[in-house]
């Protein structure tokens, strides 16, 4: 009997629980390149306050879906970023904690920026280039990207961006930048 009671107390103690709210739909802009944009909020550390948003994804229309920069801040120093392809506009927006197989830019506050290969294996190839370093190195090229990919056999869910150029807009700004007109398609790099 006792078996029986606390069985039921476990049973009405489920049940009373309300079940989590869905995801609210995601808001995006329309910006004057054709592109749409949409800020919001995902889950950050209690220790970490900065500016702006902590993600945003700025999407350009291509034949075939879209081109998707998405970015994520869960801490004070760092910005994280992936360039994904998709056949439609993203429903929810995600924290770049994993590193994705393909590309990956990584942008600190300071200035100072970190591109990165990762296969599903892991990273295999980084280029950090740190805030103090002038004259500033340039970006890895697509080519080079693609080359590495190609000769590894990495089917990338992330693709090339222009991590440097991208690091002179939003290392001095926030994520807001990225849904604005402050960063281009000629700034991600096509």
Request: proline share 8%.
């Amino acid at each position: 009997m006792k078996r029986f009671a606390v069985i039921a107390a476990f049973a009405l103690f489920g049940c009373s629980q309300r079940p989590p709210e869905p995801p609210k739909p995601l808001v995006w802009t329309s910006l004057p390149d054709g592109s749409k944009a949409t800020v919001g909020q995902i889950t950050v550390p209690d220790d970490q306050f900065f500016d702006g948003p902590s993600a945003v994804m700025r999407c350009w229309p291509e034949a075939g879906g879209q081109d998707c920069l998405i970015a994520s801040r869960t801490s004070y120093g760092f910005m994280d970023f992936i360039r994904t392809k998709t056949p439609n506009l993203p429903t929810a927006h995600r924290e770049l904690v994993v590193p994705p197989v393909g590309y990956q830019c990584v942008v600190s506050v300071d200035g100072g920026w970190q591109e990165s290969v990762h296969s599903s294996a892991g990273q295999i190839k980084i280029n950090v280039v740190s805030y103090m370093e002038h004259p500033r190195p340039d970006s890895w090229s697509k080519a080079e990207v693609q080359k590495l990919m190609t000769d590894n056999g990495i089917q990338p869910q992330s693709h090339w961006m222009n991590c440097h150029n991208l690091s002179e807009v939003v290392g001095k700004t926030s994520l807001a930048a990225v849904a604005s007109t402050e960063v281009t398609r000629e700034v991600v790099g096509d």
